[in-house]
Nanobody
Framework: QVQLVESGGGLVQTGGSVRLSCAAS????????MGWFRQAPGKEREFVAV????????SYVDSVKGRFTISRNNAKNTVYLQMNSLKPEDTAVYYC???????????????WGQGTQVTVSS
């Protein structure tokens, strides 16, 4: 079992920045690829970013490339999502998730956090 707890969400103006954190406990954090997903009201949950267990492989959805940065600190069992140049369409509940595979598909993630709300005002 892996327990995941997100933090760092909140209300931010267009163009602003927010850093999300996801603290993991339980099984060895460094064994898992870590992903960030988001779900806006009335929409399906979508992939945002993923980082491999070593941090050497990273992927982003096209809509956040150049604005968001995913990183991890295995010594602290934490994964981060730095979000810059935020837009109103980034408003969503953001979830971190853990997978034994480096993948972008939701169904391949075994463990999920409870989510943290990010609201970008125009």
């Amino acid at each position: 079992q892996v327990q995941l707890v997100e933090s760092g969400g909140g209300l931010v103006q267009t163009g602003g920045s927010v850093r999300l954190s996801c603290a993991a406990s339980g099984r060895t954090f460094s064994e898992y690829a870590m992903g960030w997903f988001r779900q806006a009201p009335g929409k399906e949950r979508e992939f945002v970013a993923v980082i491999s267990w070593s941090g050497h492989m990273i992927s982003y959805v096209d809509s956040v490339k150049g604005r968001f940065t995913i990183s991890r600190n295995n010594a602290k069992n934490t994964v981060y999502l730095q979000m810059n140049s935020l837009k109103p369409e980034d408003t969503a509940v953001y979830y971190c998730a853990a997978s034994p595979l480096y993948v972008v598909t939701i169904n391949d993630y075994d463990y999920w956090g409870q989510g943290t709300q990010v609201t970008v005002s125009s």
